[in-house]
């Protein structure tokens, strides 16, 4: 089975939201380092037709902390993108696409705190 460990599961509205997970496959950390792009968006949910609470965006190698030859990947959604949600929680979708190829995670539940600071 494909796995993905998240940290920092708990995000505020109005924030930046960085997250590192790490791709596994069968327990092991998955070597990504040769996918042609690695794709992230928020859902409001994990079903079939889930709305998009965030669009996509690539992630990149050079993020801070990334691996991608140990399956560790990176990536922010900016605060722009962030203020306006109003669901107390979401799924993380990510999608591997190496040459014509696309692998899609099972979706990660994350909370969503309204954050009061100005």
Avoid: C, H
């Amino acid at each position: 089975s494909i796995k993905r460990l998240m940290s920092n599961t708990t995000k505020f509205t109005g924030d930046d939201w960085d997250f590192v997970v790490t791709l596994s496959q069968n327990g092991q950390p998955l070597d990504v380092s040769g996918a042609t792009s690695i794709k992230i968006q928020v859902v409001d949910q994990n079903s079939r037709t889930p709305s998009i609470l965030i669009p996509s965006i690539t992630a990149s190698s050079a993020y801070s902390g990334a691996n991608w030859a140990n399956g560790v990947v990176g990536f922010s959604f900016s605060a722009s993108s962030t203020s306006s949600i109003l669901s107390n929680n979401a799924w993380l979708e990510i999608q591997k696409e190496e040459g014509s190829k696309k692998t899609t995670w099972p979706r990660v539940r994350f909370d969503i705190a309204i954050g009061t600071i100005a």
